[in-house]
Every structure is written in C-alpha cells, then in structure tokens.
C-alpha cells in the first residue's frame, strides 16, 4: 500500500533526499502502523508531538495500534513553542 507521509518543522530533516515540499510517499506492508513509520524513519519519540491520520489526532497511546490503510496521509509535528 501507499501512504502519504509529511514531517514538518525540523522533523522534515528525516525525510529522504527525493522528498518535496516536506512530504514522501512511501510504500508499507498492509499491517503497518504509525509506530512501524516513526521507527524507520528513525523519528525520536519525543519530537513525535502531533500525530494526524487524514486530518485526524492520534494520541501517543493508540499509535502503536493504528493500522494505516492505501492512500492515507500520516503527518508528524515536532513540538513547537512560539511567543
């Protein structure tokens, strides 16, 4: 299956050199789950803030146990203080 992946701020450092515009698509095994992405893409938990499926959160929690499906779009944001 393909998902869409984007990594923003400087998460977006992980990407692949053939990423454009902060985002990738990459091909998953059909029982991949958000977790199995972080990890290979060699994410830290701790900058693994925001986690959106299709515009939707996922709490750390669940990510583990969310399967992603063909054509999803999995965004990642560090966290981000501003003032």
Same mark, same amino acid.
């Given at each position: 299956?393909?998902v869409?992946?984007?990594?923003?701020?400087?998460?977006?450092?992980?990407?692949?050199?053939?990423?454009? %515009?902060?985002? !990738?698509?990459?091909?998953?095994?059909?029982? /991949?789950?958000? #977790?199995?992405?972080?990890? &290979?893409? *060699?994410?830290?938990?701790?900058?693994?803030? %925001?986690?959106? !499926?299709?515009?939707?959160?996922?709490?750390? /929690?669940?990510? #583990?146990?969310?399967?992603? &499906?063909? *054509?999803?779009?999995?965004?990642?944001?560090?966290?981000?203080?501003?003032?």
């Open positions: 299956m393909n869409t992946l984007k990594l923003y701020a400087s998460l977006a450092d992980y990407l692949p050199a053939d990423a454009r %515009l902060n985002q !990738v698509r990459i091909e998953l095994s059909d029982d /991949s789950t958000i #977790a199995a992405v972080i990890e &290979r893409y *060699g994410l830290p938990q701790r900058l693994t803030h %925001l986690v959106l !499926v299709n515009g939707v959160f996922v709490p750390p /929690s669940e990510r #583990a146990g969310t399967r992603l &499906r063909d *054509g999803d779009h999995l965004a990642i944001w560090p966290p981000i203080a501003g003032g």
